[in-house]
């Protein structure tokens, strides 16, 4: 489903984020992408979402090449993703529900359709209590649950999250994982920048570790940070 070849990425002016970084993901992996900050855990997720592209390499969604891909195209690959940030990205001066419906139409989904689906996206998140509030009354694991409730609304593939729980005390962190192991239980890809993972799944997740844009290391969440357990090291 995502696949990485090679991959480096340079902004203007700035040393290289991503060098030579080679990994991939099949549907319906849940997988956490780990580093400190400025390792290119961002930069990573941005390339996958196709709101970046490589300076060298191949990324391939789906087997579509991004690089190649025409402007009018890359809304429709844009299409199979949910995108969640930490730093919510709401819209302050709309409530709940006008933020949750807000993807469906932009896409053009019937009025009637797109205001059941809001409703089962805020009920998923354990929100449909919440939707006539305006998101600044709402907590911050609530407002994060907000954004998760807008980012599946669309019924996305895979849902990549930057950083979700990162602003969270350990009782909304955990709610929050629980929401997102819930959808990947149905098949939903999710993809996870972290700064570490332990605690993080008790399941033998994936993890994609990234130090100064190099990928070092791949190997199950819970034996990521046990220095007995040996990991698959990476050359670049």
Not at 191 to 215: E, P, W
Request: proline share 4%.
């Amino acid at each position: 489903m995502i696949q990485f070849d090679q991959v480096s990425k340079r902004y203007p002016g700035s040393d290289q984020i991503l060098k030579n970084v080679s990994f991939s993901i099949d549907a319906g992996e849940f997988v956490f992408v780990t580093g400190h900050s400025g390792a290119g855990k961002s930069t990573l997720l941005k390339l996958i979402a196709a709101t970046e592209r490589p300076t060298s390499g191949t990324v391939l969604i789906a087997n579509q090449n991004t690089s190649q891909l025409k402007p009018s195209a890359i809304p429709f690959l844009r299409r199979r993703f949910g995108l969640i940030f930490q730093d919510h990205k709401l819209l302050y001066d709309r409530n709940c529900f006008e933020n949750v419906i807000l993807p469906l139409r932009i896409n053009g989904i019937a009025e009637q359709e797109a205001a059941r689906r809001v409703r089962a996206a805020l009920d998923k998140v354990g929100l449909l209590n919440k939707e006539k509030a305006m998101p600044i009354t709402l907590s911050g694991g609530e407002q994060q649950r907000l954004a998760i409730a807008r980012a599946v609304v669309s019924r996305p593939a895979i849902l990549l999250a930057d950083e979700p729980t990162g602003n969270l005390d350990a009782g909304y962190a955990a709610d929050i994982m629980a929401i997102f192991q819930a959808f990947n239980q149905v098949g939903v890809t999710v993809i996870m920048s972290t700064h570490d993972a332990l605690g993080m799944s008790a399941n033998q997740n994936r993890v994609l570790h990234l130090n100064q844009g190099q990928l070092t290391e791949e190997a199950p969440a819970q034996d990521h940070f046990n220095v007995n357990t040996p990991t698959e090291t990476f050359s670049s």
